[in-house]
């Protein structure tokens, strides 16, 4: 068996439970050895209300703390412009790993509009890509959604299937109702955020007055 690397990305303005259970899902079901965490770059304009990219990168590395192979990865923050999977899947490819050992992984509303991202369809050859249920988003609907895709698609066990091509992967598993945009609301409500991002980012964000 090769090497099992999971890649979640997302602009984790604040990051929450629902991304954390999400990698968990993923982690679990496909064996993953090691996860990265990637903090998106968002236009410089679209910062300026919410957390600086500084900020988010931070809650992330709160987030990890402790979690064996979980890291916060600074990639896309480090480049000059917004930076698309595709164009992030393929750094990894740089650095020597095969598609076949990347595991992109993405919530099921994210995963509805793949047809819009750059590079598709190609992008789904550069990883497997692992779309996990989100509330209101099941994955069973995906197949329907996307009925071109839909051979590539598989559900667990997922043991064979991982050492062919990339595949896109189903992934039913009860994730939190929260959202980054709900979690951005009651905190300008001044409403509690207890239990929706675990503690170090609620102290963080408390702290800092974000
Ligand atoms: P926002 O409300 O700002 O859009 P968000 O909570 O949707 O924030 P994103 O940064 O947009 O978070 O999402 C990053 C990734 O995490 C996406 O692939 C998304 O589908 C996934 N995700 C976010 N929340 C959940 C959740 N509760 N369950 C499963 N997947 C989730
Ligand atoms: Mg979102």
């Known amino acids: 068996m090769g090497r099992r690397l999971g890649v979640m990305g997302g602009t984790f303005d604040p990051i929450h439970w ?6 968990f899902a993923a982690e679990g079901a496909l064996k993953l050895q090691r996860l990265l965490l990637v903090t998106s770059r968002v236009p410089p304009h ?3 209300p919410n957390a600086s990219s500084y900020h988010r990168f931070a809650m992330v590395a709160l987030a990890v703390a402790g979690r064996k192979g979980w890291r916060a990865a600074d990639l896309e923050l480090r480049l000059d412009a917004e930076s698309y999977t595709a164009d992030t899947l393929r750094m990894f490819h740089d650095r020597g790993y095969a598609p076949n050992e990347l595991f992109f992984i993405l919530g099921a509303d ?12 190609r992008v789904l050859d550069l990883a497997h890509f692992v779309v996990v249920s989100r509330p209101g988003f099941p994955v069973d609907d995906i197949p329907h959604r996307l009925p071109l895709l839909a051979e590539r698609m598989v559900k667990p066990p997922f043991d064979a299937a991982t050492h062919l091509d990339a595949m896109i992967m189903l992934l039913d598993s009860p994730t939190s109702d929260v959202s980054a945009t709900q979690v951005r609301d ?4 001044d409403e509690s955020i207890a239990g929706l991002v675990p503690d170090g980012v609620k102290m963080h964000i408390e702290q800092h007055g974000l």
């Open 46 to 48: 679209r910062e300026a």
């Open 18 to 23: 629902g991304h954390l259970e999400a990698a």
């Open 186 to 189: 009651r905190r300008s409500r």
């Open 110 to 121: 994210a995963f509805a509009d793949i047809s819009k991202w750059k590079d598709f369809p």
